[in-house]
């Protein structure tokens, strides 16, 4: 369904009608939904994917507060969703006594949750100052332009999540339908993000172009 063939209160009907169905999925495990029993593996590939819905919901949270739509429910979500992404982040590199995760050693692995380091700690700071007072210009800026290389460097983290242990202790083919289905629980957030970036105007063409992409990839799935 091409953008252009829509007017903006029906692509928000149809994305909405998408997310309804897809958030209810959004904080469940993936291996819980397949019934696969939560081994190391299954959970950390999981966790590491979920990050990357986080990248997209809390600047989606942002962004809808920043619109004036249901400012202080999204601002809460947004101060949740950062505090969800900070502990993830140690969980998988430290490990997880209590769901009997213990911390990584792998240092492809390792190295990669560093480079995501490197960039959410800042990140995480800028998005800190829309949670209780309406952003800058300058603020909101940190959100439209770190967001991206958040999600590319949380990406590549789990992709290598699934190379090592795809190659250890997992069958490969669930390890990649569990990086696969928590992809697409990135997708949902991310094209309710686009269009909210679209109806602000702050580059209108390029978020445009990004919606249409995100809307063939949810309806072609």
């Avoid at 190391?40 to 004036?68: H, Y």
């Avoid at 969980?91 to 959410?120: F, K, T, Y």
Wanted: aromatic share 4%.
């Amino acid at each position: 369904m091409a953008f252009k063939q829509l007017g903006m209160r029906a692509t928000m009907k149809f994305i909405l009608i998408v997310v309804t169905t897809l958030v209810l999925m959004v904080d469940r495990p993936v291996w819980a939904a397949m019934g696969t029993p939560p081994v190391q593996g299954a959970q950390k590939i999981d966790l590491a994917g979920r990050q990357r819905m986080l990248s997209q919901r809390m600047s989606k949270a942002l962004c809808m507060a920043r619109a004036g739509i249901h400012k202080n429910a999204h601002r809460d979500m947004a101060a949740r969703t950062i505090e969800r992404f900070s502990e993830t982040l140690h969980q998988v590199a430290h490990g997880n006594v209590s769901c009997g995760m213990s911390s990584e050693r792998d240092p492809e692995i390792l190295a990669r949750l560093n480079d995501v380091s490197l960039i959410w700690e800042p990140f995480a700071a800028a998005a800190m100052t829309g949670t209780d007072k309406d952003m800058s210009d300058a603020e909101f800026a940190k959100i439209y332009e770190g967001n991206l290389p958040l999600l590319v460097v949380a990406n590549d983290a789990v992709t290598h999540f699934e190379k090592v242990y795809s190659s250890k202790t997992m069958d490969p083919l669930l390890a990649s339908t569990i990086n696969i289905t928590g992809a697409q629980r990135m997708l949902s957030q991310k094209a309710v993000k686009e269009l909210c970036m679209v109806h602000l105007g702050v580059s209108k063409d390029a978020d445009r172009a990004a919606l249409q992409r995100r809307l063939n990839s949810l309806t072609m799935h």
